[in-house]
């Protein structure tokens, strides 16, 4: 049975893809497109432009203005263009079902070269209260549309991940990124704030540490959104083995709050551990040691 993203993706042809496809192109100048700008560069003729935008509009993927001949791109025509342009480029080979929803993203089971399961991260900025957007993610404070929020929050998320794998396992590693969706590895696990009984909670901290140690060091950057909701705990051969996600919202280590993030960072983890597993960590140590000026906790 096919899902519905899926489904809804298999039923465009060429001619509704050229009109989301403008309507994506002009996000960063138009909330909603005018018909006319919208007919125009999508070089079609006038009876199939009416066909194919009405099937848009009942496919749920184009909304038009409640007052005027205007339309807009939705999530879920943002959503195909993505899937089909990785589908196109041979990223993805098959998609499946719809495996998490988070406030600002939703995960898809995929496969990539290889018969390997991944997962498809669609960005959905703008699902919190803009004051809380503005204050985590504020790269997006001058974007015009949601939409282009999640695009730069996608391609941001894809490079820091891209140079990260190169110096540690304990993050995602990525195999392509379009628009809003990030494809990655699929961990399988249970998130930090759900794992109770830990058999090493001391060893999985001093993991933590180590990526966020090589973030620092090696990449130049501070997660700065840490806590125990996006690491995951992945038992492999009995070892517990936390990977720190969602990065998007890092921040340079030559950013004037950098130290700032980084002790919040630390903060955070620091009083999860202590509160869940009885650990302790000291917090001029641990910013010592994730800086390299020292080489232990």
């Known amino acids: 049975m096919q899902h519905r993203l899926a489904r809804t993706c298999k039923q465009l042809d060429d001619c509704g893809i050229a009109i989301l496809s403008v309507l994506d192109r002009y996000l960063g100048r138009f909330e909603y497109v005018p018909e006319e700008l919208l007919f125009k560069k999508s070089h079609l003729n006038e009876k199939v432009f009416a066909r194919e935008l009405e099937k848009l509009r009942k496919l749920k993927l184009v909304e038009k203005h409640p007052s005027m ?17 990785l589908v196109k480029k041979g990223v993805v080979t098959h998609i499946g079902p719809l495996v998490g929803t988070g406030k600002e993203s939703v995960l898809y ?8 399961t991944a997962v498809i991260k669609l960005y959905k900025i703008g699902r919190v209260s803009f004051k809380k957007v503005v204050r985590y993610r504020g790269y997006v404070i001058d974007q015009p549309s949601w939409l282009e929020a999640s695009k730069i929050a996608a391609e941001r998320e894809y490079k820091v991940l891209t140079s990260l794998m190169k110096y540690t396992d304990l993050v995602p590693k990525v195999w392509g990124w379009n628009r809003h969706a990030v494809v990655m590895e699929y961990i399988e696990g249970v998130d930090l704030y759900r794992y109770r009984n830990a058999r090493d909670p001391q060893g999985m901290l001093n993991y933590i540490l180590m990526t ?8 130049g950057i501070v997660h700065s959104d840490l806590s125990e909701y996006n690491i995951i705990v992945s038992v ?3 070892i517990e083995v936390p990977y720190i996600i969602d990065w998007p919202q890092y921040v340079s280590k030559e950013d004037p709050l950098a130290d700032e993030y980084l002790r919040r960072d630390l903060s955070t983890i620091a009083r999860f551990f202590k509160r869940r597993y009885g650990v302790t960590l000291e ?5 010592s040691y994730v800086k390299g000026l020292a080489n232990g906790i």
């Open 283 to 287: 917090l001029e140590k641990a910013v």
């Open 236 to 238: 492999r051969n009995s």
């Open 212 to 219: 966020l140690r090589d973030a620092y060091i090696h990449v």
């Open 69 to 85: 001949t205007t339309y807009r791109l939705t999530y879920l025509g943002l959503d195909c263009l993505a899937i089909i342009d």
């Open 109 to 116: 089971l995929a496969k990539v070269a290889g018969d390997t």
